[in-house]
């Protein structure tokens, strides 16, 4: 997700964004509608987040990945289930959850006498037309919802307030899977996904019909989005009256609107501005271990032959043994981050597999072991193969995280075994072309730097680089039958025994290494201190989960 699309498998996005500070108080001021709504001015109730980093990609589920985006829908849809504070499987629109023929059905009781915003009723019948709707299209328009609805056979709803979902076989990620899943009023959508679904992708949904605590009530593209209490929610009413997303061009920007009381909270703050805020007793820090990691990707597709030594685990172990990951978080994150040597982040103590440590640093070994390999340096001090240099092509996104710093040292460090990196920078949306390339052949181009996040189940972590995901999430274009096993085999697992098959397949992709993680960047944010926002101290996605609407709805400002 490379923090390229979102929680789970879908890779969370970030992309660039245009905003000035002079157009802040335009933008806050404007109303945010009817609805119980007041303006997002920093008028009482009105709670104003914003982010230098990230944007909202697309209003439409079936497009947008980022965690803006999943945010916004988490906020303004209803979902069956979500996580807690605690990082338990809470209900939402379900009320009770029952399972039955051994974890092969589960029932739920859904809110009575709810609507959408736009008069219309809100019923399970919603919720089974969407999950049947996910799992038809899985394989197609519909395929980055894939990893949530695994095993599903059918939903139904017998009654208004009855939601049933079949699975094929006992599966552990049902709940969290069904906990990602945005509930689509049926009444909107079902034309659109008539078919084979063509005409989803190119709905721009600029007025979601919506049943969340929260609706949209403006937006401009790639600067604000506005948001006013919705009466007709089915949970509990918020304490805020709305809040906004407001999307700034730099970090100087969205601090100095901090500052000025523009803003209330600023959202992945970069490490190297937190000495600068510590003395302003008018602002909090919080900085917490996070889940958002930086990697180094190696092209393993078959179509990709020209320096196919990548594909050669000695070399990777070389340029893994030559990177100084401490180092990086030092020069990178200023010290803010952790290092590690799996997928898993370490914040997800339950599911981190602590044998699965950072390779040390060790440019001796680096280089002998290229060495051994015959790999000898030319003139100029670059190694060759065959009489090809040892010069590759890496691609990054100009928003991963630590980025443009993160690349130049690795390039640096990597310069040290005598191996040339050509690092070339792009939007996300044109790197994950170049990734892919024509019919998702994963072509010209050798190593990759991004960043992911996903949320609290492992599943996303794992199923990321499973061979399904070839021309999805999968941007190494690994393919390794053995990991594909332990993924599905902990799929089905509950309790420890799913902890040990989870960590197993942590210890198959650490040693296969196709991605070698770089460090953990803490989340950091900053809030004036003007209320309660529980979850900036109580969870690694901080302010604006994607994973749970209890961040919106207890928070309080004024």
């Known amino acids: 997700m490379l923090k390229s699309r979102h929680h789970a498998p879908r890779l969370t996005k970030r992309l660039g964004v245009a905003l000035t500070s002079a157009s802040l108080s335009v933008v806050l001021l404007a109303g945010c509608g009817s609805d119980g709504s007041s303006s997002n001015g920093g008028g009482a109730g009105v709670l104003r987040i914003g982010d230098a980093s990230s944007k909202i990609d697309s209003l439409n589920p079936f497009v947008g990945h980022n965690g803006f985006a999943t945010a916004t829908f988490r906020v303004i849809y209803p979902y069956l289930l979500q996580y807690d504070q605690s990082q338990n499987i809470v209900g939402d629109f379900a009320k009770t959850t029952a399972v039955a023929d051994g ?104 007025s979601p019909v919506s049943a969340g605590p929260f609706k949209l009530t403006q937006y401009t593209e790639n600067q604000f989005a506005n948001f006013a209490t919705y009466k007709g929610y089915y949970g509990p009413a918020p304490k805020l009256k709305g809040f906004g997303f407001q999307f700034f061009t730099s970090n100087d920007a969205m601090l100095s609107a901090l500052r000025s009381h523009e803003l209330d ?47 050669d685990l000695r070399v990777r172990q070389a340029i893994d043994l030559a990177i100084d990951k401490k180092s990086l978080i030092d020069v990178v994150a200023d010290g803010s981050g952790m290092t590690t040597g799996t997928m898993v982040p370490p914040a997800l103590k339950q599911w981190n597999n602590p044998a699965v440590a950072a390779t040390p640093f060790d440019l001796a070994s680096a280089n002998a072991l290229l060495d051994s390999m015959g790999f000898a340096r030319g003139a100029d001090g670059i190694r060759t193969v065959n009489g090809r240099p040892m010069s590759y092509k890496l691609l990054f996104p100009s928003v991963a995280t630590g980025a ?147 961040w919106i709805e207890q928070a309080t400002i004024g």
């Not at 949530?148 to 990620?173: D, G």
Request: hydrophobic residues 40%.
């Open 103 to 206: 974890g092969k059905t589960l029932t739920f009781t859904t809110h009575d006498g709810a609507k959408w915003s736009d008069g219309k009723p809100l019923t399970a019948a919603d919720a089974a037309w969407t999950i049947n709707t996910f799992v038809r299209l899985k394989d197609g328009a519909a395929a980055t919802f894939a990893p949530y609805v695994t095993n599903i056979v059918k939903a139904s709803a017998p009654t208004p307030t009855t939601l049933t979902v079949e699975y094929s076989t006992p599966t552990a990620t049902a709940q969290d899977g069904l906990a990602s899943l945005p509930i689509l009023p049926e009444h909107i959508w079902e034309p659109m996904a008539a078919g084979r679904g063509e005409q989803l992708a190119s709905f721009a949904n600029a």
């Open 404 to 550: 443009p710093r993160v690349v130049t040292e690795v390039v640096k460090q990597l310069a040290a075994i005598g191996i040339k990196v050509d690092a070339r920078s792009s939007d996300f949306p044109t790197f994950l072309q170049a990734i892919y390339g024509p019919e998702n052949h994963y072509r010209n181009w050798d190593m990759m730097i991004t960043d992911y996040a996903f949320g609290y189940d492992p599943s996303g972590y794992l199923f990321s680089w499973t061979c399904s995901q070839l021309g999805g999430n999968n941007l190494a274009a690994y393919c390794d039958r053995d990991y594909d096993e332990l993924f599905a085999r902990q799929s089905t697992q509950t309790g420890a025994e799913r902890v040990k098959t989870v960590q197993q397949a942590q210890l198959r992709f650490a040693h296969e290494k196709p991605v070698i993680p770089l460090y953990v960047a803490n989340a950091i944010s900053v809030a004036r201190s003007i209320g309660n926002l529980p979850e900036m101290t109580s969870s690694p996605l901080v302010v604006v989960n994607y994973m749970s609407k209890t």
């Open 265 to 311: 909270v600023a959202y992945e703050v970069p490490p190297t501005a937190v000495s600068q805020l510590k003395d302003d007793k008018s602002l909090t820090v919080n900085n917490v271990a996070g889940l958002d990691t930086d990697v180094l990707g190696f092209n393993s597709s078959s179509f990709q032959d020209e320096h196919s030594e990548l594909k």
